[in-house]
């Protein structure tokens, strides 16, 4: 299933958030979003995943769901959002209680992702007796459990210290290389982005609009022993995103 | 030779510590022994008149001369029984109310001015009109207690409505939750350590309605009881209710603890 969002305006009020944005996401690659802080890249991940309804302009689904899928657009969130009254399996278990599905089913379900994702000793932990890179690594074993066609990130590395930060993104790739995943991740961190996405998206600040696509073709496996290109992308993000970067942090500190 | 301690120079001096306080074990008992043991010397003594206060043996006789009767059973079935019947009542209809208000813009902007305007009337002050309207029996007592629990479960209730996470509801959202698995699952645990510390409030506001609403109209309760014994001046009677009162609320707060524990399992 590929998202197709075509001539997408949204505005606070009075205040133009985006900007006439144009993208295709296609399936199994993964999308970066970055920006300065405050130029919508948040918003536009909110509109995708229909929790806020555009000004203006369409996001539309191109092609069916894969088989089985129960949730095709579901969110990672930066602050985990788990339930903290329920238990690793409580958590998964919660999105997928309005299916109908057998008990055996859903268990069935929650122990797989919950191997994928490397916590099957952690099921009956709750979320205060996990570290944050855990609790992440819960939110992503629920996300899996609902099989989704796109998966929207909302910088769900930014609330980790930096080593743990690391281990989540090498999990991450693992589960896309041992089976590619559509998503759209949103971030400041422009290592993550090189590291992560085929197709890096750089949006101005506010009004977001989009300023530049590059696309990397290297696969994400090789990508650990291309320090130096993928500097240089790197860089030339960062050129792209300076100017910005500083004007948005000024309007910031005239507000 | 020089010691070690003035080749270590200067000890830096310990400034932290205190803010701290801590149970100390039996000392809670031995203040209630101290009291009881000082004011049944005083009461021996003479230095306490027997009319102003009575002796606590005094009134522990009163207490057990209940218990020998069976009274007691009668006086504490009468109270607890409309102690039950009003305060679950009003929790349960509080809850629902406070849901309402919660979770629907109709029923807050339209019930808030309400709840705002009847909340500060103390209710004791209704018992003569719940009397026209509900009799003097059993049903203006226990209305009383229903509306003197109910303002106060619903301002904790939609308050703890109000604060449960956004992020989680938008969670919930997000993977397509129906709105009453929404309700259920998330806005109801997370609004419940409110619910639950309002539980306590509205618990003290019933056993004193409890208690004014048996001074009007009952024969058996542990407000009639000791309303009698002050009609009669006999004061160790009125100690030994007072003490009933006291070790209902007892009960009633550790039951509430023992509630909160249960359900609140999930907090460290």
Not at chain 1, 19 to 31: A, C
Not at chain 2, 174 to 196: D, E, N, Q
Not at chain 2, 205 to 215: N, T, Y
Not at chain 2, 232 to 256: F, R
């Given at each position: ?18 900007d006439g944005i144009d993208l295709r996401i296609e399936s199994g690659r993964i999308v970066c979003l970055i920006g300065p802080s405050g130029c919508g890249k948040s918003t536009l991940l909110r509109l995708i995943g229909g929790l806020e309804q555009p000004t203006d302009g369409v996001i539309g689904q191109i092609g069916e769901p894969p088989d089985g899928c129960l949730n095709p657009l579901t969110y990672i969130f930066q602050d985990f959002a788990l339930l903290p009254w329920r238990t690793a399996r409580g958590n998964i278990s919660l999105v997928l209680e309005d299916h109908d599905l057998s008990e055996r089913e859903t268990g069935r379900i929650v122990d797989d992702v919950l191997a994928r994702t490397d916590l099957s000793d952690f099921g009956n932990a709750f979320p205060r007796q996990l570290s944050g890179g855990m609790k992440q690594r819960v939110a992503i074993a629920r996300a899996l459990a609902v099989n989704p066609a796109v998966l929207l990130m909302d910088e769900p590395l930014s609330a980790l210290d930096g080593q743990t930060r690391a281990l989540l993104m ?86 | ?268």
């Amino acid at each position: 299933m590929d998202l197709h969002i075509e001539g997408l305006n949204h505005r606070y009020g009075d205040m133009p958030v985006l900007d006439g944005i144009d993208l295709r996401i296609e399936s199994g690659r993964i999308v970066c979003l970055i920006g300065p802080s405050g130029c919508g890249k948040s918003t536009l991940l909110r509109l995708i995943g229909g929790l806020e309804q555009p000004t203006d302009g369409v996001i539309g689904q191109i092609g069916e769901p894969p088989d089985g899928c129960l949730n095709p657009l579901t969110y990672i969130f930066q602050d985990f959002a788990l339930l903290p009254w329920r238990t690793a399996r409580g958590n998964i278990s919660l999105v997928l209680e309005d299916h109908d599905l057998s008990e055996r089913e859903t268990g069935r379900i929650v122990d797989d992702v919950l191997a994928r994702t490397d916590l099957s000793d952690f099921g009956n932990a709750f979320p205060r007796q996990l570290s944050g890179g855990m609790k992440q690594r819960v939110a992503i074993a629920r996300a899996l459990a609902v099989n989704p066609a796109v998966l929207l990130m909302d910088e769900p590395l930014s609330a980790l210290d930096g080593q743990t930060r690391a281990l989540l993104m090498d999990d991450l790739i693992g589960l896309w290389t041992r089976e590619p995943f559509t998503a759209v991740y949103v971030t400041h961190n422009l290592q993550e982005a090189v590291r992560l996405g085929h197709k890096i998206v750089v949006l101005s600040r506010r009004p977001g609009r989009i300023r530049d696509q590059v696309t990397i073709d290297m696969p994400l496996e090789n990508r650990p022993d291309a320090v130096s290109e993928l500097a240089d992308i790197q860089s030339h993000l960062w050129e792209l995103l300076r100017e910005e970067a500083q004007a948005a942090d000024r309007e910031l500190a005239d507000a | 030779m020089p010691d070690a301690r003035t080749l270590a120079g200067q000890p830096v001096m310990f400034r932290g510590g205190g803010f701290a306080p801590r149970p100390v074990g039996p000392l809670g008992p031995a203040v209630f022994i101290v009291v009881i043991g000082l004011w049944e010397l005083g009461s021996q003594s003479g230095w306490i008149a027997p009319l102003i206060l009575p002796a606590p043996s005094e009134a522990f006789a009163a207490l057990a001369y209940l218990f020998e009767t069976g009274e007691i059973w009668r006086h504490l079935e009468a109270s607890v029984s409309r102690l039950v019947v009003g305060w679950s009542a009003g929790m349960a209809l509080g809850v629902a109310i406070g849901f309402a208000i919660g979770l629907f813009s109709i029923a807050r902007s339209g019930l808030v001015p309400v709840v705002a305007a009847l909340f500060p009337i103390p209710k004791i002050a209704l018992l003569p009109l719940f009397i026209v309207w509900f009799g003097i029996g059993e049903g203006s007592k226990i209305a009383t207690i229903l509306f003197g629990t109910l303002f106060p479960t619903v301002i904790a209730t939609y308050g703890g409505v109000d604060n449960v996470d956004r992020s989680l509801i938008r969670m919930g959202q997000s993977f397509g939750l129906s709105w009453w698995s929404i309700v259920r699952k998330i806005v109801l645990p997370g609004a419940l350590p409110a619910i639950l510390s309002g539980t306590r409030i509205s618990a003290s506001i019933a056993i004193i309605l409890l208690v004014a609403a048996e001074m009007i109209g009952a024969e058996y309760g542990i407000g009639a009881y000791v309303l009698l014994a002050g009609n009669l001046a006999a004061t160790d009677q009125l100690i030994a209710g007072v003490a009933m009162l006291s070790v209902l609320g007892l009960t009633v707060s550790w039951l509430i603890g023992r509630a909160e524990r249960y359900f609140l399992r999930w907090r460290s």
